[in-house]
Nanobody
Framework: QVQVVESGGRLVQPGGSLSLSCVFS????????MGWFRQAPGAERELVAS???????NYAEFVKDRFTITRDNNRYMVYLHMTNLSPEDTAMYYC???????WGKGTLVTVSS
């Protein structure tokens, strides 16, 4: 059974930085591409960033040059480092393994002064 646990979300001021983490269990981690998604209140879930099994990264246009996704295959973890945060980044953030319909509870990021 695949399990994923996200952490690191909190209240942060506009312009601030924050790093999120997620840890997986129940999969052969290094074989999968990974992604960070977010869902704002009243909106659909959207892809923020992804990283392939080989480490190639892709970013949504709205976070490009501000967010960085990385992975640690030894620890089964995926990270999202976020900078220059704005209130529009407020959302629940989720981690997902590509092709696996198993989601964690997410971690809440609130950007507000």
């Amino acid at each position: 059974q695949v399990q994923v646990v996200e952490s690191g979300g909190r209240l942060v001021q506009p312009g601030g930085s924050l790093s999120l983490s997620c840890v997986f269990s129940g999969i052969i981690f290094e074989r999968y591409a990974m992604g960070w998604f977010r869902q704002a209140p009243g909106a659909e879930r959207e892809l923020v960033a992804s990283i392939s099994a080989a480490g190639r990264t892709n970013y949504a246009e709205f976070v490009k040059d501000r967010f960085t996704i990385t992975r640690d295959n030894n620890r089964y973890m995926v990270y999202l480092h976020m900078t220059n945060l704005s209130p529009e980044d407020t959302a629940m953030y989720y981690c997902n393994a590509n092709g696996i319909d198993s989601w964690g509870k997410g971690t809440l990021v609130t950007v507000s002064s």
